[in-house]
């Protein structure tokens, strides 16, 4: 089957459109005819080799972490998927592989697509609405009249995040560029700033929950917007030792995690403020209850742009510039 293959880490060259076997289908699992793969900065970093530590894949790599797609066979003990159902998944971290024709998943990383979108809209979904997800119901349990600040309300992450702090009855403010105002206000965000001309630290205060998608400065800065009792969630890092745990991670690399959030944990917990790295997991069952709320049209999709399957280093390409609105989307191969 057609594929987009990284045969070596790191280099822009080993990232080739080839051919690959089938996957093969175990016990509990359907396999996937691929319509539409959502395209996330994460792909990248993983060719990259950035997330060597966390994520030690076996090269060849298919890379593609958000799939929508027909089921079209299922293993002996597969109970809720039959063939012809219309899915949407992040496929478990230890199997991606959307960005090919098809692509095998434990069915308990998978949810019925939801019936209001195209299958390219229903593929720019999981991964970004589950990380909003078990940020702000899962570690924050948000609650309705919180206030939230997230960073970059016009990404990925950002445009299902606001929606969903909204439909918990939270207050939001978000940041973006002046071109992304109207979009972030469209999804519901109460206070917007333009990162680009003011300080967000300067203008929020007295939060109860940050999530952060940015690098240490911003971090850092998110401190100043939190009341004390307050909870910090990046997404971006640096993982903490509760991660490291959470894992299994070995003594060295536990160390190496600690050593990384050290800095950050001290700095929050002077002020009371509790720190906490997320890594996003593949849950089918969320997911379930995230197409409910894509169905009732409390979230919907934004997507930027839809690059064919021939195109998709070009859509890797266009994410890593981090200026999409929203998201970017690679239909399935021809
Ligand atoms: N740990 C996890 O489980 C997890 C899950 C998902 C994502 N992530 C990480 O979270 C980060 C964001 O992911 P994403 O998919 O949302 O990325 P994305 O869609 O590529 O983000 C692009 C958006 O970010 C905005 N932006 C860039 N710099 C900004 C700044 N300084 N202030 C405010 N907005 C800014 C851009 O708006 P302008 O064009 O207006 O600048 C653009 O709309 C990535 O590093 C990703 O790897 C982690």
Redesign the pocket.
């Known amino acids: 089957m057609r594929a987009l293959i990284l045969d070596r880490y790191g280099r822009k060259d080993s990232l080739r459109l080839g051919d690959m076997p089938e996957p093969e289908l175990r016990d509990r699992d359907v396999l996937v005819e691929v319509h539409a793969a959502g395209v ?3 792909d990248s ?1 993983i060719a990259a080799g950035e997330f060597k530590l966390i994520l030690p894949y076996r090269l060849p790599l298919i890379l593609g972490n958000d799939v929508a797609g027909v089921v079209v066979r299922t293993g002996p003990g597969v109970r809720r998927f039959k063939p012809g159902d219309e899915v949407y998944a992040r496929p478990n971290q230890d199997r991606i592989g959307s960005f090919a024709e098809y692509i095998a998943m434990d069915e308990a990383d998978v949810a019925m697509k939801p019936n209001t979108l195209t299958m390219a809209e229903a593929a720019s979904i999981p ?2 609405a589950l ?1 909003a997800w078990q940020a702000l119901v899962g570690i924050a349990r948000l609650k309705r009249g919180q206030k939230v600040f997230i ?2 309300g ?5 445009t299902i995040a606001i929606q969903l702090a909204k439909h918990i009855g939270a207050m939001v403010a978000t ?3 002046a ?2 105002m109207d979009l972030v206000k469209s999804l519901g965000a109460d206070i917007v700033i333009d ?1 680009k001309k003011d300080d967000f630290a300067a203008v929020l205060s007295g939060y109860d929950v940050v999530l952060n ?2 690098g240490k400065e ?1 971090l850092e800065k998110s401190l100043a917007v939190l009341k004390p009792g307050g909870q910090l969630i990046s ?2 890092g640096p993982p903490d030792p509760a991660f490291a745990r959470e894992i299994g991670a070995n003594f060295i690399v536990r160390q190496i995690m600690r050593a990384m959030s050290a800095g950050i944990r001290r700095k929050a917990k002077r002020r009371g403020i509790r720190y906490a790295f ?3 997991r593949a849950n089918g069952r969320q997911l379930g209850e995230i197409t409910e709320l894509v169905e009732a049209g409390v979230i919907r999709p934004v997507v930027d742009r839809i690059f064919p399957f021939e195109a998709a280093l070009d859509a890797l390409a266009y ?1 890593e510039t ?4 929203g998201k970017v989307v690679i239909g399935g191969p021809a």
């Open positions: 996330n900065p994460l970093k991964l970004v990380t960073h970059a016009s990404g990925g992450v950002g940041t973006t560029s071109a992304n990162y998608s940015l911003a997404i971006s997320l890594f996003m994410v981090g200026r999409a609105k």
